[in-house]
């Protein structure tokens, strides 16, 4: 894999991370192969503010079958999606994605997001490179 290819990815994920370390820390979900941040909700506008700059678009419970089927599939990965969650995602006409789940927590006080690839037409040798790189750029 060209260690150049997708450089949008990460000066996106870069951004995305730099704009929130201020206030929020990163982790990593194994489970999902995504970066992790959990916060609390009176961090919401802010944070919602921030994904809205950067993704083009996103879905619901109510509209998520209107999705492109990249979009669906990593929300069937992700285990679907209820009335309080939304799925983000950079431009879908693109080779590669990065999406990101907002996920409120029943408990009402806390929400996770979590941002993923989804880079459908790679091999899962040339994904697991490209995700080794996606690790680093939520690190300082």
């Not at 006409?93 to 009402?108: H, T």
Request: proline letters at 4%; one cysteine or more; hydrophobic letters at 45%.
């Amino acid at each position: 894999m060209d260690e150049q290819k997708y450089p949008k990815l990460e000066t996106t994920c870069r951004s995305i991370f730099q704009q929130s370390r201020q206030i929020l820390s990163w982790g990593w979900d194994d489970r999902f192969q995504a970066a992790l941040l959990q916060f609390p909700v009176t961090a919401k506008d802010a944070v919602l503010a921030m994904l809205n700059s950067h993704f083009d678009a996103h879905w619901g419970s109510s509209n998520i079958d209107k999705a492109p089927e990249v979009v669906q599939v990593v929300c069937d990965n992700l285990g679907g999606i209820r009335d309080d969650q939304l799925l983000f995602a950079t431009d879908t006409s693109q080779d590669a994605l990065i999406l990101a789940a907002y996920w409120p927590w029943q408990n009402g006080q806390t929400i996770s997001i979590r941002i993923l690839l989804a880079v459908p037409q790679l091999a899962d040798a040339d994904f697991d490179k490209l995700l080794d790189r996606f690790k680093t750029w939520f690190c300082d």
